[in-house]
């Protein structure tokens, strides 16, 4: 995971796949930013995989802060549309409109 700041937000690029043998330091890094930081973005073009572990971590930081979820790959937007998480999380095409 890859961590910076882009326009005053903080963007977090997340790859490789996502269970919960893998998700801790996604996790931690996520749950400190929303807690000082009023919008947060998390950039999931590189994720290979995501399962239910991954959903309720994106679920539980938009609870805390503005989160925007960047260009996410096939597997993870099917997973969005069939929970019905793409209608309550911010979901962007790219980084330009989640940091707008």
Request: aromatic share 6%; with cysteine.
């Amino acid at each position: 995971m890859v961590q910076y700041e882009w326009h005053k937000v903080q963007v977090f690029v997340a790859h490789g796949a996502y269970d919960p043998a893998s998700i801790t330091p996604l996790s931690e890094a996520l749950q400190s930013a929303a807690e000082k930081h009023s919008r947060v973005v998390l950039d999931c073009a590189a994720v290979a995989f995501a399962d239910s572990t991954f959903l309720n971590l994106l679920i539980g930081i938009h609870h805390t802060t503005d989160l925007r979820v960047v260009a996410p790959p096939a597997q993870l937007r099917r997973l969005l549309e069939l929970t019905g998480a793409d209608r309550v999380l911010k979901v962007q095409a790219n980084l330009e409109d989640a940091t707008a």
